[in-house]
């Protein structure tokens, strides 16, 4: 069983930055078709990045110009960075794995493409 491990949220003010971290430790990540969702209160889960294993990605319109996903192999660890925070912006982040392939990228926004899921870490954004 993946275990994926999210660190990385915290409290900022609108307009800083924040680095999130998911660290695979069973496989090697580039295995790996890799997501970031996120979860608001009150809301639904939706998704703000994928990226197959190829490389591929697909943001959400909504962080599209301000987020930026990124892998390190050699570390097994995928990252979020995310510039030019908004209010908006504050939810729960969860990291997620799969190793089912899909032809059409769109659907790895599909929470149901994903085997593996992290704990979630909370990022706030203050105004």
């Known amino acids: 069983q993946e275990q994926l491990v999210e660190s990385g949220g915290g409290l900022v003010q609108a307009g800083d930055s924040l680095r999130l971290s998911c660290t695979t430790s069973r496989r090697e990540i580039r295995n790996y078709g890799m997501g970031w969702f996120r979860q608001a209160p009150g809301k639904e889960r939706e998704v703000v990045v994928v990226?197959?294993?190829?490389?591929?990605?697909f943001y959400s319109d909504s962080v599209k110009g301000r987020f930026t996903i990124s892998r390190d192999n050699a570390r097994n660890t995928l990252y979020l960075q995310m510039n030019s925070l908004k209010p908006e912006d504050t939810a729960v982040y969860y990291c997620?794995?799969?190793?089912?392939?899909?032809?059409?990228?769109?659907?790895?926004?599909?929470?149901?493409?994903?085997?593996?899921w992290g704990q979630g870490t909370q990022v706030t954004v203050s105004s």
């Open positions: 990226q197959t294993t190829g490389a591929s990605t």
């Open positions: 997620a794995a799969t190793l089912k392939y899909y032809s059409e990228i769109i659907d790895y926004t599909r929470m149901e493409a994903y085997n593996y």
